[in-house]
């Protein structure tokens, strides 16, 4: 019927457009003469008068049958229009009934599954699976609360949207296998349902070439990844989640990103992820070209690293907490990976019995690179943070604290550093030059592959109570250490060249001790032939070094080891006081 009509409607509007009918109209229309052409009186000769006066009221009689005509025309749009919009609805008519209009599926557990179920709340479809093959696009499926057994797929569809009760009591969990698949489809939305996926192999959620939301979504208990996200079929895929949890996950991360995938991830959560034994998991894992960005979020209590970055991943974190990592770190950067990092938290990390010097704040390695700014580094049980090997990193206005087993930072290999504007104290517990510890140490011995080589500087922070040295440097390729505040240290700087080679430049820095500190306690400590130095200069190069006892100023030996003997070094123009007076370089310095 519908079909009927709408050809008809069509046949009459092209009749009514460009039928006889309207041709007739058009061709009995009379032409008007223009203005311009009637007679004037003045014109004609007196005997033509009457003739003008007939013309005249012959083409008024003319301009009132164009009048009536034109009315006649309009009609006839009118009625064309009219019969097109007519036209119009019919095809959306039937548009609607061939496609399908946008509609809301409701579905329970252990509900129906006929052809009329889920249409209505009242009667609800019961399987998630059977919902997903009749969604179309711009479908809802709202999941009445309770556990969904069976595990779903949603393939090759696009602007589908699942919706769970609140307080994420809507379970997908499945005795085996995925809870859910979501493949080759696009701007797929979740909200406010929970995925366990407990048997062998399972993992809660996986994203493969597809675009998915997730709001007040919640991975637990998973054998495997609470969500893994990778390319698929050429086509990458993109998971954008706020205020969701990805916790608990038996063997694997939380949340994992491969080549091709990337997340935006806010207000979320990514906590004790690797429950079994020895079980290596991460609350997220970043591999190959994947990339994140990530706010406002919490790593804690997982296994090994709270986030781990490999290959050429790139992650983006602002105001997030990595906390209490087991056997790793709170972040870890490998290979070429790159991370920007601001106003976040990696403390108290390394928490298991047993643990080793690999666990720490922050770790990076390979030829990553870490751009770090308003950033702690506080209270782990061994480092703030380690870079090794051809990493860069670049750290500002941070603070290392309180860290117990190791060195606010340490530094291996070639590593670029960069540190300005930061706090870095108290770290260690036992004081003394060899039982304490550092606030910063380039790492050295002798014959170590690791001995730092790279470029460093060192500006504008400073270096409070750490329990050995403020800054040890047992190598360094070139160091420069300018323009710091150095307090109650037992040594502000230690440079050792007599088991490696150090190359360091000093100056600018304040360099003091509390009045009557212990003898051994030294402004500057130089010592092995390995070492090349410039300390201080003219005008603003020149250290201000205070209240250390007589020769503790600045001291100079041999040292012991291969390079043992006499420093290669320039001490300049410096400022020597004690108790705010002057005191004499002769009575500063020991051993140059």
């Known amino acids: 019927m519908i079909k009927q009509a709408f050809q008809a409607l069509l046949s009459r509007a092209a009749r009514g457009g460009h039928g006889e009918g309207a041709g007739e109209r058009r061709r009995s229309r009379p032409r008007i003469r223009p203005f311009g052409e009637s007679l004037e009186m003045r014109d004609c000769p007196s005997g033509l008068a009457a003739g003008v006066a007939i013309e005249q009221q012959h083409q008024a009689?003319?301009?009132?049958?164009?009048?009536?005509?034109?009315?006649?025309?309009?009609?006839?749009?009118?009625?064309?229009?009219?019969?097109?919009?007519?036209?119009?609805?019919?095809?959306?008519?039937?548009?609607?009934?061939?496609?399908?209009?946008?509609?809301?599926?409701?579905?329970?557990?252990r509900g129906k599954t006929g052809p009329a179920a889920g249409k209505t709340a009242a009667h609800p479809l019961g399987s998630l699976k059977l919902a997903l093959q009749r969604a179309t696009s711009g479908s809802t499926i709202v999941l009445a609360p309770g556990v969904y057994t069976m595990g779903a797929k949603l393939i090759g569809k696009s602007n589908v949207t699942i919706r769970g009760a609140a307080g994420g009591s809507s379970v997908i969990a499945p005795s085996s296998g995925n809870a859910l698949v979501v493949q080759s489809s696009s701007n797929?939305?979740?909200?406010?349902?929970?995925?366990?996926?407990?048997?062998?192999?399972?993992?809660?959620?996986?994203?493969?070439?597809?675009?998915?939301?997730?709001?007040?979504?919640?991975?637990?208990n998973t054998y495997g990844y609470g969500l893994v996200a990778s390319s698929f079929g050429g086509q990458g895929s993109s998971?954008?989640?706020?205020?969701?949890?990805?916790n608990g996950s038996q063997n694997a991360d939380g949340f994992h990103l491969t080549a091709g995938a990337s997340a935006n991830i806010t207000g979320s959560s990514f906590n004790n992820n690797g429950g079994s034994p020895g079980?290596?998991?991460?609350?997220?894992?970043?591999?190959?070209?994947?990339?994140?960005?990530?706010?406002?979020?919490?790593?804690?209590?997982?296994?090994?690293?709270?986030?781990?970055?490999?290959?050429?991943?790139?992650?983006?974190?602002s105001g997030s907490t990595f906390t209490g990592s087991e056997m790793g770190s709170g972040l870890q950067l490998n290979d070429s990976a790159t991370a920007t990092i601001s106003n976040s938290t990696f403390n108290g990390n390394g928490t298991a019995a047993g643990v080793t010097q690999a666990s720490n704040g922050m770790v990076i390695g390979g030829s990553s690179r870490a751009t770090i700014t308003g950033s702690q580094f506080n209270d782990n049980t061994n480092g703030g943070l380690v870079a090794a090997d051809s990493s860069q990193i670049n750290v500002q206005q941070?603070?290392?604290?309180?860290?117990?087993?190791?060195?606010?930072?340490?530094?291996?290999g070639q590593a670029n550093v960069t540190l300005i504007g930061n706090t870095i104290a108290s770290n260690g517990q036992v004081v003394g030059i060899t039982t304490g510890l550092n606030g910063v140490e380039f790492f050295g011995g002798t014959g170590q592959a690791r001995n730092y080589t790279g470029t460093a500087v060192v500006s504008n922070n400073t270096f409070q109570n750490n329990t050995a040295n403020g800054i040890f440097a047992g190598s360094g390729g070139s160091l420069t250490i300018s323009n710091n505040q150095f307090s109650g240290n037992v040594v502000g700087i230690f440079l050792n060249g007599a088991d490696a080679t150090t190359q360091a430049t000093v100056v600018g820095n304040t360099i003091a001790t509390p009045m009557n500190s212990p003898a051994g306690y030294n402004?500057?400590?130089?010592?092995?032939?390995?070492?090349?130095?410039t300390i201080g200069?003219?005008?603003?190069?020149?250290?201000?070094?205070?209240?250390?006892?007589?020769?503790?100023?600045?001291?100079?030996?041999?040292?012991?080891?291969?390079?043992?003997?006499?420093?290669?070094?320039?001490?300049?123009?410096?400022?020597?006081?004690?108790?705010?007076?002057?005191?004499?370089?002769s009575s500063a310095v020991y051993g140059s």
């Open 61 to 109: 009689a003319l301009v009132q049958h164009e009048k009536e005509a034109l009315v006649q025309h309009d009609k006839a749009a009118l009625l064309r229009a009219s019969e097109a919009r007519k036209v119009h609805e019919l095809r959306h008519e039937v548009v609607k009934k061939k496609v399908g209009a946008p509609k809301t599926i409701y579905v329970v557990p």
């Open 188 to 220: 797929v939305t979740i909200n406010n349902v929970a995925f366990r996926a407990p048997g062998a192999g399972g993992a809660g959620i996986i994203v493969l070439g597809s675009s998915v939301n997730l709001n007040s979504v919640k991975t637990s």
């Open 239 to 246: 998971v954008n989640v706020a205020g969701s949890q990805f």
């Open 279 to 317: 079980s290596d998991s991460n609350g997220i894992g970043l591999e190959g070209g994947s990339s994140a960005t990530i706010s406002g979020s919490t790593f804690s209590g997982n296994a090994l690293d709270g986030l781990l970055a490999a290959g050429n991943a790139q992650v983006t974190i």
């Open 398 to 412: 941070s603070s290392f604290t309180g860290n117990v087993h190791s060195n606010g930072a340490i530094f291996f």
């Open 523 to 533: 402004g500057i400590t130089m010592q092995g032939a390995g070492l090349t130095a």
């Open 537 to 585: 200069g003219s005008g603003g190069d020149a250290n201000t070094i205070e209240n250390f006892a007589d020769y503790n100023f600045i001291v100079v030996s041999a040292g012991s080891g291969p390079l043992a003997g006499t420093p290669h070094d320039s001490i300049l123009a410096n400022i020597y006081l004690r108790n705010g007076s002057s005191v004499p370089s």
